[in-house]
């Protein structure tokens, strides 16, 4: 079955500090990976996808995701966090019709940002 | 361009009583599903219509159904609502079959179950 881990449940950074928050993922073909961001009482807004090709793939507002197939991973990074990172974010990896067209979505991680 | 936009924002409903949430999709897309969000939790999928077919079915109980209309908006309905079913019920549409195009999410709406 296909399953997303987020280690970290919260993260705490100061501003203007880099950002790593890790998404490993169980999946029996080719993934198709994405990071989205989600703040308080809202929806979920799309961070950046993997689909194929480059394994570092850039996405809004500065963020950016390494595909590592060796590890199962797609670890977000962010060189410099602004305080209105400060969300809820969730990695997902993407079912394709032999396994349900759906997204499986890991548990987030809370990121914190400190002045 | 309008997002994706789902009715009503909140609802508080009792035990027992049935409920209906509705979405409509991004212009041009033909896929829409539908995710339960529990506080503290990643949404899970329940529903995926493609083209008003169903598609894709999660792990819920009957009680849940959803259909998909001509212009691809979208109903989510519960029936017998418990405690549980209190949720952040979220939509998302796609160009095509989800999990393969990127989904774009709606704002949601909070069910309250008393």
């Known amino acids: 079955a296909q399953s997303v881990t987020q280690p970290d449940i919260h993260i705490t950074v100061s501003e203007g500090a880099s950002l790593e928050l890790r998404c490993n993922y169980s999946?029996?073909?080719?993934?198709?990976l994405f990071w989205y961001v989600q703040s308080p009482g809202q929806g979920l807004q799309l961070l950046l996808k993997?689909?194929?090709?480059?394994?570092l793939v850039q996405g809004i507002k500065g963020f950016e995701a390494e595909f590592k197939r060796s590890q199962s991973s797609f670890n977000l990074r962010k060189p410099s966090v602004h305080w209105s990172d400060a969300a809820e974010y969730f990695c997902?990896?993407?079912?394709?019709?032999?396994?349900?067209?759906?997204?499986?979505f890991g548990a987030g991680t809370i990121l914190r940002v400190k002045s | 361009d309008a997002g994706v936009t789902q009715s009503p924002t909140h609802l508080i409903k009792t035990r027992g009583q049935h409920v209906t949430l509705r979405c409509s999709p991004i212009?041009?897309?033909?896929?829409v599903s539908w995710y339960q969000q529990v506080l503290g939790q990643g949404p899970q999928f329940i529903f995926q219509?493609?083209?008003?077919?169903?598609?894709g079915r999660g792990n819920f109980p009957d009680r849940f159904s959803a259909r998909q209309f001509p212009n691809y908006s979208s109903e989510l309905n519960v029936n017998a609502l418990l405690l549980g079913d209190s949720a952040l019920y979220l939509c998302?549409?796609?160009?095509?079959?989800?999990?393969?195009?990127?989904?774009?999410f709606g704002p949601g709406t909070r069910l309250t179950v008393t």
């Open positions: 998302a549409s796609s160009i095509g079959l989800a999990g393969v195009y990127e989904q774009y």
């Open positions: 999946y029996g073909a080719t993934p198709y």
């Open positions: 993997y689909f194929s090709g480059d394994t």
């Open positions: 997902a990896v993407g079912a394709d019709v032999e396994y349900g067209n759906k997204l499986v």
């Open positions: 212009s041009g897309h033909k896929s």
């Open positions: 219509y493609y083209e008003k077919e169903e598609r």
